[in-house]
Each structure stands twice: as C-alpha cells, then as structure tokens.
C-alpha cells in the first residue's frame, strides 16, 4: 500500500509540473534576413519578424500562417554607425535595421526598434498615416495576399544609441526602449508619440531586457554589462535601485502575478528566478549555452527559453524550473508565446527561419 501511495504521489506531481509538454512544428518561414526577434501581437492576429540584416519586418498571419506582408526599409536606407560585436569595433553600415518590437496592448500598434537608426518606428496594423508634426521614416509595403507594393511613411521617434528591446506598458500610456549603448531607457508617451525622458540606469552598464508590472508603474530592466537590474519607478520616471542577480542578464519576464522575475543569464546559460518579495533568488537552472530570450506562457507555467549556443529550445516549469522538455533548433534567438498559449514561435538569428509550433500539453 506504502509502494502504491508513493507511485500515485510522483504521478501526481509530474503531472502538476506539466510532465509531457512539448512541441509541435506548424510552419517555418525560410528566406529571412537575420532574424533577432519575433512577437505575437497581444490580440493574436499578427505576427512579427524583425529581419535585421534584411532590413524589413516580416507580417505573418498566425491563424493561416501566411505571410501578410513585408515592411521593407532597404530602399530608403541610410548610412550609419553600426557595431561589430565579435571584434567590438565600430563599422559602417545602415541606420534602418530593425531589432526588437513591443505590441500596443490591444494589438493595433507594432513599434519597432531601429539597431543603428537611434529611434523607434511605429506600425500600424490599421496603415493609417502618421500625424503631420511628426518625424516620418519612409518604407515600401510588400502586400503578399494581394500581390501589389505601395509606398508609406511611419512615425519615428528619436531615442539614444543602439536601441533594442521595446516594452509598451499594460495600460498603453508608455513605450520603453533600452538603449544597449546609451545606458539608459527612453520612456515615450505613446499617445502623442513624444519622448518623456531618458532614464539613466546605470553606469557602465548595457541595458536590454524589459519587464513591466501589470499596474504599470514598475519596470525591471536587465543591464548585460555591469551585472544588475535596475528598477524603474515609472510614475516619477525616474531609477529607483539596482538589484544584483545575475553578472550577465539578457532578458527577463515577469510571472504573471507579478511575485517573480525570470532572468537569462547569457554568458552563464542559466535561468534565474528571483523573488521579488523576499528580495532573494529562488530557483537557478543551467540551460545551455548562451540563455538568450524568454518567454512565459499566459498561465504563468511554462518558461520557453532560446539556448542560443547550444542550439536548443528548452521548456521549464515555472515553479521549481524543472526542464520538461528539449529540442534541437538552430542559433535560436527570438522567442513569443501567442495570448492563448497555444503557439510558441522562434527566430533563428543564424538560419534566417523563423518557425511556429503548437505547444502540446499530455496532461
């Protein structure tokens, strides 16, 4: 009876851990420009590929899986300074190269960091056309269910040097942007599209990962270099403290009720997670090399996570970051989890596909 009682509790329990989960490839989209990041708008009717040596967003329909369109900046493009991260010298290259995006909360807005371009451009899934007053970046729009080009003009706001990851607050009021190389966070006012200010976030630091609080009025910011995240009090606008968690964060979430942050530690291939609360880090698990993007399913149980150089996708269970499951994908580097959880979709920065998979549960 002993014996049963025991194999009915570990039952139970891998199956409370989301045991069997996995997944499943619906589509991959081949052809892509360098890849860095992808993104599920939060109304799960348009994706987007931030294509950053093509030099153009790719939409994709997450429900036909088609491609919708292409917004392609490499006509219009403009000599700039860019940066050759292995040999850490400065290069000449192209200011329109987009790297990350953040999604307005009710899906309708796309705003789109530029790598060398110092701004942001905002697209619009509407097309309408920028206000008057505003500064404009010129693309050509690749319509490939109607099979026809047209020109348009985006709003673009100014930032600081190297902008990356862009984070829209859960109330729609802001636009975060770490700026990798400026050491701070532009905050824009996402009505009038005005930059607010540029929040300092530390000295000597790099900052890149975004996380913001449901109330929108905390933000967690991960500095790669100089080994902290600092909170930001978006009310006063201003750098609150800096938490000493991990020395090389990339990228970090928030669990859904706001008790834990979940950190990539890049050169350490680990996850970190961290209560908030209790001011200590709670759980700590080794990936595979090069912990870049992670992303958390809506229910707050799973941690998809892109182990960059060791050529994996792993899923972790949330609460003890048990590793649930682990499949072989190339350089991945973008990850996004739909707003229904079913569909998980990865960038590979290094074999230029991006591919979206259905997230099985065998519960």
Same mark, same amino acid.
């Given at each position: ?200 976030? *530390?000295?000597? /630091? %790099?900052?890149?990962? !975004? &996380?913001?609080?449901?109330?929108? #009025? $905390?933000? =967690? @910011?991960?500095?790669? +270099? ?41 050169? *350490?291939?680990? /996850? %970190?997670?961290?209560? !908030? &609360?209790?001011?200590?880090?709670? #759980? $700590?698990? =080794? @990936?595979?090399?090069? +912990? ?41 580097? *973008?990850?996004? /989890? ?26």
């Amino acid at each position: 009876m002993k014996t049963l009682f025991t194999v009915l509790m570990f039952c139970a329990a891998l199956l409370s851990s989301g045991y069997g989960v996995s997944l499943k490839k619906l589509a991959t989209f081949n052809g892509m420009g360098a890849p860095k990041s992808v993104e599920v708008s939060p109304d799960g009717t348009w994706v987007t590929v931030m294509n950053l040596e093509g030099m153009d967003v790719t939409i994709i329909d997450p429900k036909t899986l088609k491609v919708i369109k292409k917004v392609n900046f490499a006509p219009y493009k403009t000599a700039a300074t860019g940066h050759n991260y292995a040999t850490k010298q400065k290069i000449a290259s192209f200011a329109e190269k987009p790297v990350e995006c953040g999604f307005s909360p009710d899906g309708q807005y796309a705003w789109v960091s530029f790598h060398n371009g110092a701004c942001v451009v905002r697209i619009d899934k509407n097309e309408m056309d920028p206000p008057a007053d505003m500064l404009v970046q010129k693309c050509k729009i690749e319509d490939k269910i109607n099979n026809k080009t047209y020109i348009k003009t985006l709003p673009k706001v100014k930032v600081l040097s190297t902008p990356k990851v862009v984070q829209v607050s859960p109330d729609g009021k802001l636009v975060l942007v770490a700026n990798w190389f400026g050491e701070s966070v532009s905050v824009i006012d996402a009505v009038t599209m005005k930059k607010l200010k540029d929040i300092k976030t *530390g000295s000597g /630091v %790099i900052p890149r990962g !975004i &996380a913001i609080t449901s109330d929108s #009025k $905390t933000a =967690y @910011v991960a500095n790669m +270099a100089g080994g902290t995240i600092a909170v930001l009090d978006l009310v006063t606008l201003t750098k609150v403290k800096s938490l000493s968690i991990s020395p090389n964060p990339r990228h970090i979430v928030l669990s859904p009720d706001d008790k834990f942050l979940y950190i990539t530690d890049n050169s *350490g291939g680990k /996850v %970190i997670k961290y209560d !908030i &609360a209790a001011g200590k880090i709670a #759980k $700590t698990m =080794y @990936v595979g090399a090069q +912990a870049r993007t992670v992303a958390i399913t809506p229910d707050g149980q799973y941690l998809i996570v892109a182990a960059h150089g060791s050529d994996e996708i792993a899923i972790l269970n949330s609460g003890d970051l048990k590793i649930l499951y682990k499949t072989k994908f190339t350089k991945p580097m *973008g990850i996004s /989890v739909s707003p229904d959880g079913k569909q998980v979709w990865v960038s590979s920065y290094g074999g230029g596909y991006v591919t979206a998979f259905e997230l099985v549960l065998d519960k």
